[in-house]
């Protein structure tokens, strides 16, 4: 897909003080799906540069809270209800520091995460199923139940086995693809709505991939 840096979704990023022009697709998913109520608990894996972490720590509000965890520093975002934590999202010391901050009660869970494209199409794919699994097993673990869950992943042949795994964990799975997606993309969002609780995550096998070292 060429780059296409500067489009009306940038330019409107820019204008409007978000860091990327990626904060408009939560925007959007969250008008659709109410996804982020006021007050809740909110992590974002895969959160640099922030455009979404603005967009939550909004939704959220004060008596809410965002914490944004990143392999890449995240510049603070200026919102006091924001907590950015640097480190893999398949690294137990991650998981184990959401789960302290969390109290394993999360409202929603947000996955923007992306791989860093090798321009194989094939491999990053795969690599991007591969953190949407990240993904869900962290979020088996520290949502509530009744919980959601937004995750991104590219169009691929595994795709379809991803959604039957969250459609065995949560009420209502939803496909989209928001409009400030890049024009010829191949990604895809799911939503995914009412988590069903870690028991019965557990008993469907809580699939959401490995940790480090042991990457399905
Ligand atoms: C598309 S960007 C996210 C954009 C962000 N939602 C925003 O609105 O600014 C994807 C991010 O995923 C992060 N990422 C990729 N693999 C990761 C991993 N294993 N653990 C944590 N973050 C990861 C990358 O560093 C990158 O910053």
């Known amino acids: 897909m060429a780059y296409q840096p500067k489009d009306a979704f940038y330019r409107k990023a820019k204008k409007e003080g978000f ?37 939550a720590a909004r939704l959220a509000g004060r008596a809410g809270k965002v914490i944004g965890v990143d392999l ?15 480190g893999d999202i398949f690294s137990l010391e991650t998981e184990d520091k959401l789960k302290g901050i969390s109290a394993c009660s999360v409202d929603c869970v947000l996955s923007d995460l992306s791989p ?4 194989i199409r094939d491999a990053d794919i795969s690599r991007s199923i591969e953190l949407a699994r990240g993904a869900l ?34 009420d209502t799975v939803q496909r989209t693809r928001p409009e400030a997606t890049r024009k010829g993309s ?14 019965q995550a557990a008993e469907t096998g809580d699939s959401g991939g490995q940790r480090q070292g042991q990457r399905v």
Do not use: H, T
Request: charged share 25%; net charge positive.
């Open 19 to 55: 860091r990327s022009r990626a904060a408009y697709k939560l925007l959007e998913l969250n008008r659709r799906f109410r996804l982020i109520s006021p007050g809740d608990r909110v992590v974002d894996l895969g959160a640099a540069p922030g455009g979404w972490l603005q967009v």
């Open 72 to 86: 890449q520093p995240i510049e603070p975002v200026g919102q006091q209800n924001v907590m950015l934590l640097q």
């Open 116 to 119: 860093r494209l090798s321009g």
């Open 137 to 170: 097993r962290l979020a088996c673990r520290l949502l509530r139940p009744g919980g959601n869950f937004l995750v991104k992943s590219f169009v691929g042949d595994e795709l379809g086995d991803f959604a039957q795994e969250l459609s065995e964990c949560f």
């Open 186 to 199: 191949s990604e895809i969002y799911l939503c995914a709505k009412g988590f069903r609780g870690r028991a």
